[in-house]
């Protein structure tokens, strides 16, 4: 080009946007969901794959399609972390796999909690983890039990339907909604109407990516780090409803959701819902996996863009009702502990640590719950169970019968707050050991740090990732430890003072501070020592 030529603009590269005419796939995941539906894979599980075995199954089935059912491949044991890069995927999987079972709004009978164990024990090796999303993952499931497991599952109403995969996933719900005497309103039938009308449909069933969503009459539901969430609040003019937000989500490039400022009534939550994950599936970007959530397109647009798209004829199709914020909250409300309900019962929160309980597990609590005259519970998305409609006077007594089998309603500190993600036990993209590691660092600073039992009365959130994902949050919480090789070993890139609500910020990325799984409890019980000696009255870990 010559010094006299002006340069043509470049064109910008489509990012793969239905919308906007790009339909051809960018991508080998693109290719695999126009191939074929993801939910279609359930026809071949049934027919082929489970008859035939694990061999049988065609790879884009295997490592593409299986999720849109729950299914994904565990990690075959003994390979470190870290060599992930250098190995063909057929070498990295096991035979086995990890099976996500959702729970909407975290809500479980004692029918379908019966349900879990017994899947647990019989098929899963006692596997089972409650994880912060409010599912129950079970382990070393064969291809050639999922059928019986999905029928056992759906006879109860319980299902692993777009548990995983480029679809609305589980939608989480307050662990307290209808017995709180605090919530705004009880917005289970949304989750519900959601669920009958829209999971499982081929509507939603090619999204870019994954979406998460949550809706609750409470902010319990780390709502801030969803693609969509609906929270509890009360408008001056029209009353209960819901506040708007979109385009949250952590893992690589964390972004907090942002309100549309829109107060949505109860039951137009379905529509609306669908209206956000309508210009998810044709505005999102498909060109690059990395860049494909909703948050990408939210930062992109900014809010008001995008809630003139939603009451677009495309969409809405209607103006939404302009709203207040819900009120800041001040902590993460956990659920743990004993609390009065609306009606005059109690529920008791425990604290299952890391999420961590079993088969075997499951089948006494659901015992000891009814035992104790209650016959429901809920999980949380922080690892915990909640056991609901408890009489007074039985408080007590099911408290005692809960820690015998290791679920303690009076957990301390580190127990309550410590959260762990899946890792290198069983994850392919970990790079280090997570679960086990949380379980004896809690249990080294409950002896280590007795001595600051009374001081320590506000929560220090302790988050373990395995990898750079960030499946435990790790950028909201207290001290957040991304899994990476430090000198050599397994380690941890440390955040510090994140969190949600009144104080909803990213932890501090410390350059340098960078810890071994095995200087793990030395360094907290350091950080720990110095914030209860320098901490003013009423300061709480974040400030
Ligand atoms: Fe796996 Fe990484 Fe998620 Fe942990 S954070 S479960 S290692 S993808």
């Known amino acids: 080009m010559s010094p006299t030529q002006t340069p043509t603009p470049k064109r910008p590269r489509g990012q793969g946007q239905w919308a906007l005419g790009h339909l051809e796939p960018l991508n080998p995941n693109e290719r695999t969901k126009k191939d074929d539906d993801g939910l279609n894979v359930r026809k071949r599980i049934e027919t082929i794959y489970s008859k035939r075995g694990f061999a049988s199954i065609d790879p884009q089935d295997l490592r593409g399609r299986f999720r849109w059912w729950g299914l994904y491949t565990q990690r075959r ?68 039990d999922v059928p019986v497991i ?37 917005p289970t039938w949304a989750i519900d109407e959601i669920q009958r009308r829209y999971i499982g449909s081929p509507e939603f069933s090619n999204l870019p990516r994954k979406f998460k969503s949550a809706i609750s009459g409470l902010p319990d539901i780390v709502h801030e780090a969803n693609d969509i969430a609906f929270v509890g609040v009360h408008h001056p003019e029209h009353g209960p409803g819901l506040d708007l937000w979109v385009g949250g989500g952590l ?60 009451e677009s004829d495309e969409y809405l199709g209607r103006r939404l009702i302009d709203g207040p914020p819900p009120p800041p909250h001040v902590e993460p409300i956990d659920h743990v502990g004993i609390h009065e309900q609306k009606d005059g019962r109690f529920y008791v929160g425990v604290a299952p640590l890391v999420g961590r309980v079993s088969g075997s597990m499951l089948a006494k609590l659901a015992d000891v719950i009814e035992a104790h005259g209650s016959g429901r519970l809920r999980t949380t998305p922080h690892q915990k169970l909640v056991i609901l409609d408890v009489d007074g006077d039985k408080v007590e ?79 909201v919480a207290d001290i957040g430890l991304k899994g990476q090789i430090v000198k050599g070993e397994e380690g941890f890139q440390v955040h510090l003072g994140g969190g949600l609500g009144l104080d909803a910020g990213f932890g501090r990325k410390l350059r340098g501070l960078k810890v071994t799984a095995a200087e793990l409890p030395d360094y907290v019980e350091r950080v720990v020592r110095r914030f209860a000696d320098q901490r003013t009255d009423g300061e709480r870990f974040a400030q």
């Open 251 to 310: 893992s690589t490039n964390p972004k907090l959701a942002v309100r549309l400022g829109a107060w949505v009534p109860l039951e137009e939550v379905p529509d609306v819902w669908a209206g956000v994950t309508g210009i998810f599936r044709d505005y999102g970007y498909r060109r690059l996996r990395h860049r494909a959530r909703l948050k990408f397109l939210v930062d992109d647009w900014g809010p008001e863009k995008f809630r003139e798209v939603l």
């Open 150 to 186: 999905w029928e056992k599952l759906e006879a109860v109403g319980l299902s692993t339907t777009e548990a995983c995969g480029d679809v609305p996933r589980v939608i989480l719900g307050s662990p307290v909604a209808g017995i709180s005497a605090d919530e705004v309103l009880d």
């Open 397 to 475: 007594s099911l408290v005692t019968a809960l820690d015998a089998i290791g679920l303690q309603a009076r957990p301390s500190v580190f127990r309550r707050n410590t959260m762990a993600c899946t890792g290198l036990e069983y994850c392919k993209l970990a790079i280090v050991e997570t679960k086990q590691l949380a379980v004896d660092t809690v249990a080294e600073l409950e002896r280590r740090l007795a001595d600051l039992n009374e001081q320590l009365d506000v929560p220090i959130s302790l988050h373990l990732n395995g990898c750079p994902n960030s499946c435990a949050r790790i950028q």
């Open 77 to 144: 044991p003994g390979i470190p972390g870290g060599k992930t890069a250098v190995l063909e995927p057929h070498e990295l999987d096991d035979e086995y796999f990890m099976l996500r079972v959702r729970i909407d709004g975290g809500a479980l009978s004692l029918e379908q909690l019966r349900t879990v164990a017994e899947i647990s024990t019989t098929y899963a090796r006692d596997t089972a983890d409650v994880t912060d999303r409010q599912n129950i993952q079970l382990h070393w499931i064969r291809v050639e």
